[in-house]
């Protein structure tokens, strides 16, 4: 059987990806509506806050054995 070794960078430059996309895109929106610099990071922090939580929360995750998957998501539905 081939060896997946490479499965979880692969998924962790994903989520680096859509981190970076989500930070940019916040940036963008906040630029519309702000000013000044102070004023476009006040609009973004909540958004940034968000997206990097949830990169953490993907990472974890991407860490977890194959096993442990969704197994908290299947104990609460019981």
Do not use: C, K
Not at 55 to 72: E, K, L
Request: proline share 5%; net charge positive.
């Amino acid at each position: 059987m081939p060896s997946l070794d490479w499965l979880p960078a692969l998924e962790l430059l994903v989520l680096d990806l859509g981190l970076l996309f989500t930070l940019y895109i916040g940036w963008r929106a906040a630029s519309r509506f702000g000013l000044t610099l102070s004023h476009r990071l006040r609009l973004n922090a909540p958004w940034a806050a968000l997206a990097f939580l949830l990169y953490a929360i993907g990472t974890w995750i991407i860490f977890q054995p194959m096993q442990m998957r969704g197994m908290m998501m299947m104990d609460s539905m019981r």
